[in-house]
Nanobody, 124 residues
C-alpha cells in the first residue's frame, strides 16, 4: 500500500519561497507518476506539477511554470516542490499524489494514492 507523507507548508510573504516534500513508501515507484495538486478555498482542485519517476520528465500548470520546480530523490523516495516567487493566488492546500501508469498527468482521477494536505499561505 502506497503511503505519502507531506511536509513543508507554511506562511510566506509575497515573493517568498517554500519547499514541499512528499516521502513515498510501500512500493517501488519506477512506473509511477508523482503529482502535486492544490485546492484553494471555494475553488476546485487543480494540477500543479507532475514528474515521471523513472525518467524525471516533468509537467507544470501554466500558472506555476517558471516559478515552481518539481524534482525527486530516488535514494530518499521523496518528491519535492520548490516554490519561488509566490503569489497570493498560490494560497491553497497542497497535496501529493502517486499514480501507476498515469495517462494524463493533470487528471486527479489517474492518481490512486494521496497524501495529507499541507497548507500554503502567501500573505500580501
Amino acid at each position: 500500500q502506497v503511503q505519502l507523507v507531506v511536509s513543508g507548508g507554511g506562511l510566506v510573504q509575497v515573493g517568498g519561497s517554500l519547499i514541499l516534500s512528499c516521502v513515498a513508501s510501500g512500493r517501488t515507484f519506477s512506473n509511477y507518476v508523482m503529482g502535486w495538486f492544490r485546492q484553494a478555498p471555494g475553488k476546485e482542485g487543480e494540477f500543479v506539477a507532475g514528474i515521471i519517476w523513472s525518467s524525471g520528465g516533468t509537467y507544470y500548470a501554466n500558472s506555476v511554470k517558471g516559478r515552481f520546480t518539481i524534482s525527486r530523490d530516488n535514494a530518499k523516495n521523496t518528491v519535492y516542490l520548490q516554490m519561488n516567487s509566490l503569489k497570493p493566488e498560490d494560497t491553497a492546500i497542497y497535496y501529493c499524489a502517486a499514480g501507476y501508469l498515469v495517462r494524463s498527468e493533470s487528471r486527479p482521477s489517474d492518481y490512486a494514492s494521496w497524501g495529507q494536505g499541507t497548507q500554503v499561505t502567501v500573505s500580501s
